[in-house]
């Protein structure tokens, strides 16, 4: 006879939601674009000079939504400040209110710094309210001397070298937060963080590539092949490490096989087999290893490559999205007594909805949008 199915009267519903899937997905964007836009500043990376300024000003805008689904799935989003007005230096989430603004400021600051030439220039060329909103935007600075452009530049790359440990800890907080939750059997690792902080970095990578590649197109204009190709290995090489992660995770819980493997091993061969094995798994990381594996080839034609790098990227971006949902949401499916699984209906209205999301990941690309009417994004040998 098998086990009976047993749910405890407090563990029937999924608590953590969409949107606490959408929340590590878009700092794990962010965390990715800034580390592309510092292999340019700080590691002299030429070759990504076309998009170094679009990852730069991409990580902003996605940082600056990061917390928005925190706040929708609070019943009392006002509560959030109290963390910033009573910290405590013993919770993660506190802290972290102090990381997210710090990395914002920082980001804020090194945006302005890498446009100030172009909004000087436009301050000095515009009249009327275009002109009076660079002038603010300039903080009524109209000239830069060649010594303040170097100065520029080392502050530059003195705050990417400070912004690649602190995006670090940005994506891998949200691993340490699951990695802290004793009670459930899959979050509860100390691999959880690198996993976290490896798929961010992928996915930032994967959506620098996507936004080019879709520029360029919008722009009439040729990508860089040079350029994706080398973005192509860098994604490459951070996919086969976070999916190494992944797979590490749970051959080692496979290996103990303990009480919870068993539960685990149900949830994904049963519950988790369509987001789990067929989406994770074979589309986001069989497909585009071999894509990226094709794309980066010297010998490949330019076009080639470029739609090769595409198609890659946008699969990585939904293996990423999947692994997030499926830890976050799928950790949650078993019971705490491992005999029993819960359901989570997923629904299109609401605050916590299917629209509600959509909604969230389209306001920083929007955001993008209006940022690339303000500032030249494009290298001005490009523009």
């Known amino acids: ?124 060329s515009c009249s009327g309210a275009v002109g009076l909103f660079y002038r603010v935007l300039a903080l009524g600075i109209r000239e830069i001397s060649d010594g303040a452009r170097r100065i520029d530049a080392w502050v530059i790359r003195l705050l990417a070298m400070i912004g690649i440990p602190a995006s670090c800890v940005l994506s891998g907080y949200v691993g340490f937060l699951f990695g802290a939750v004793k009670a459930n059997p899959w979050w509860s690792t100390a691999l959880m963080p690198v996993v976290f902080l490896a798929s961010s970095l992928a996915s930032g990578i994967a959506a ?61 061969t049963e519950h988790l087999v369509v987001s789990y094995g067929i989406v994770q798994v074979l589309i986001g990381s069989v497909c585009p290893f071999f894509l990226l594996m094709i794309s980066t080839r010297p010998q490949l034609p330019a076009r080639a490559m470029t739609w090769l790098s595409g198609l890659a990227g946008v699969l990585v971006l939904v293996q990423v999205l999947a692994m997030r949902w499926n830890i976050v949401v799928g950790g949650q499916l078993f019971s705490k007594s491992f005999r029993g699984f819960v359901e989570y209906p997923l629904h299109w209205g609401g605050r916590e909805g299917l629209i509600a999301a959509a909604v969230i990941l389209a306001l920083p690309l929007l955001a993008l949008w209006v940022a690339g009417k303000v500032l030249p994004l494009w290298p001005s040998k490009e523009a």
């Open 1 to 124: 006879m098998g086990e009976t199915p047993f749910v405890f009267p407090n563990d029937p519903n999924v608590t953590w939601s969409i949107m606490i899937v959408l929340y590590p997905y878009i700092t794990g964007l962010v965390s990715g674009a800034f580390v592309v836009a510092a292999l340019y500043h700080v590691f002299r990376q030429e070759v990504l000079e076309p998009v170094a300024r679009l990852a730069l000003v991409t990580a902003l805008c996605f940082c600056a939504f990061a917390t928005l689904p925190l706040l929708l799935h609070l019943h009392h989003p006002e509560r959030a400040f109290n963390i910033m007005f009573t910290p405590s230096a013993t919770s993660a989430m506190s802290v972290f209110g102090f990381i997210y603004n710090f990395y914002m400021l920082l980001l804020v600051v090194q945006v302005w710094l890498v446009f100030r030439p172009e909004i000087v220039e436009r301050a000095n």
């Open 208 to 268: 620098i590539i996507v936004l080019y590649l879709f520029l360029c197109w919008r722009r009439r204009v040729r990508p860089d092949a040079e350029c994706v190709r080398a973005l192509s290995r860098y994604l490459w090489g951070s996919l086969i490490v976070a999916v190494s992660l992944e797979m590490l995770e749970l051959v080692h819980m496979a290996y103990e096989s303990g009480a919870q493997w068993h539960v685990i091993s149900t949830l994904l």
